[in-house]
């Protein structure tokens, strides 16, 4: 079973920068896809970034220019880098890992809270 560990969340103020981690304790590198998602209070989940087997990455619009996902693959660790955060960046930031092609699931983090202030 593939737990994922998530760090790095907190508070800052807008501008500052972030840089959250999401570690797993096996090998993932036959599963498809490697995401973060954030979930708002009153809106729901919103998927922020995914990376893809062969390197292609999307960004949502919101966070094009300011976020960036990075995978290491030999620490098996995700990461999302936050810089120039915004209040409206405030959520509990989940990460993901799409194996249901090859193990038929997926696998979520626990979440952290991002906090931006104003």
């Known amino acids: 079973q593939v737990q994922l560990v998530e760090s790095g969340g907190g508070l800052v103020q807008a501008g500052g920068s972030l840089r959250l981690s999401c570690t797993a304790n096996?090998?993932?590198?036959?599963?498809?896809?490697w995401a973060w998602y954030r979930r708002y209070q009153e809106t729901g989940r919103e998927r922020v970034a995914v990376t893809i087997s062969d390197g292609y990455t999307v960004y949502t619009d919101s966070v094009k220019g300011r976020f960036t996902l990075l995978r290491d693959n030999e620490k098996n660790t995700l990461y999302l880098q936050m810089n120039d955060l915004k209040p409206e960046d405030t959520a509990v930031y989940f990460c993901?890992?799409?194996?249901?092609?090859?193990?038929?699931?997926?696998?979520w983090g626990q979440g952290t809270q991002v906090t931006v202030s104003s």
């Open positions: 993901n890992v799409d194996c249901v092609r090859t193990r038929g699931m997926d696998y």
């Open positions: 096996r090998d993932t590198s036959d599963c498809s896809g």
